[in-house]
């Protein structure tokens, strides 16, 4: 019996060695397949309105002139925070600086951004003002975040403090562009 266990264990373990290489440490980087607008960006959809499951006529997450809703008015999302580094604009942060990232899909789904060379997409250096509860803090968008949904916000450990005690690790927040 042990001969055979050991047996079995020699012939597996390059298969379980090779299987555990070849899975991205990112595995929050695989994306779904995404319903997408006419113009490509992704489709948001709101909760139903009512009991019976209507939605509003919007349910794209548009404004009604095409945009994408998360290009205006306020946003409701999750807060969290990072430690900084070179970010997705090409710039190398502080965690004292006052800066965010944003959602993967909203970073690559930012009119104007060709999905090229990121340090040019259009969303760098935008900014904008996220509340918590009573507080508010402006912060300048210069990173993106791969575990975040569209509307979530990741701070710097400065900017998240400024909203709530980091010992909170991820807040609800609502935010508006600048």
Known sequence: MVF???SLLTLLAPAVIVSALSVSRFSHDV???RE??????????RIPDSDDGSVDPDSDGSDGGGDPGYLSGTQYGQGTFFNTGLGACGYVNSDSDHIAAVSV?????YPGYDGVNPN???ICG????????EKSTTVTIM???????LTDLDFTPTAFSDLANQDLGRINIS???A
């Open 120 to 122: 040019n997409n259009p």
């Open 36 to 45: 997408l607008s006419q113009n490509g960006l992704p489709i948001v959809r």
């Open 4 to 6: 055979f266990v050991k």
């Open 175 to 177: 935010w508006e562009w």
């Open 105 to 109: 899909d909203l970073f690559n789904s």
């Open 143 to 149: 990173d993106s975040c791969p575990g975040c949904a």
């Open 126 to 133: 935008r900014q904008v003002i996220a509340h918590y509860e």
């Open 31 to 33: 994306h779904q397949p």
